[in-house]
């Protein structure tokens, strides 16, 4: 198998559990339990291919610089979601009641989604030399928006592929799984306060 055919059956593993589920092939009801396939294949292709910490982003040494951009990001993402919500181009949805869902997004979700979308890809990306940066920011950032294509909302769908984008360019230019997790937590958790997905 060519290099290239093991990025595209990688990538092709990455969209199709997202795809049946927005196709309710699988049921929106068990997205959850799906996700955690997709989980367990990335913690398992992640050992198989012994990918190091440093690969897959769990350092010390850039933690500041990358938290930094990614503090920054944040606020940005937060002032616009304000603006956007005030403006009334936004329609509000109806946010969880329960309150552990917060709790389990902060500290299970997003870091998870970090790792599996981020950390595991990016190392994957970059074993393929032939790929511009440009070109592993943008896959990063497809297979990550592809996610939110469950929600059948094209305006998530959207705003997760700009989002993606600018998370993805941050960590492959800090590549500090810490920092973006913090990103994503505070992101993710604000547009679930503000009922946005």
């Not at 196709?23 to 990335?42: D, K, Q, T």
């Not at 959207?158 to 941050?170: A, Y």
């Amino acid at each position: 198998m060519t290099s290239k055919s093991k990025l595209s059956l990688f990538l092709y593993i990455y969209l199709l559990i997202p795809s049946l589920i927005g196709l309710r092939i699988i049921p929106y009801e068990y997205r959850y339990e799906s996700m955690s396939i997709l989980i367990i294949i990335s913690i398992l292709y992640a050992w198989k291919r012994k990918f190091t910490w440093k690969e897959l982003g769990f350092r010390r040494n850039n933690f500041l610089p990358a938290l930094k951009w990614q503090l920054g990001f944040a606020l940005f993402v937060l002032i616009s979601i304000y603006l956007l919500m005030h403006s009334g181009l936004v329609r509000r949805l109806d946010p969880p009641e329960n309150p552990w869902f917060y709790v389990m997004y902060l500290f299970i979700s997003g870091p998870v989604q970090e790792f599996v979308y981020r950390s595991v890809v990016f190392a994957e990306l970059n074993q393929h030399k032939y790929l511009s940066p440009m070109m592993k920011i943008s896959l990063a950032a497809f297979t990550f928006s592809w996610l939110h294509i469950i929600y059948l909302e094209p305006i998530t769908y959207f705003s997760s592929l700009m989002i993606g984008f600018c998370w993805s360019w941050m960590y492959y230019y800090r590549m500090n799984y810490w920092a973006i997790s913090i990103g994503h937590a505070l992101i993710g958790f604000s547009a679930i306060w503000f009922g946005l997905i």
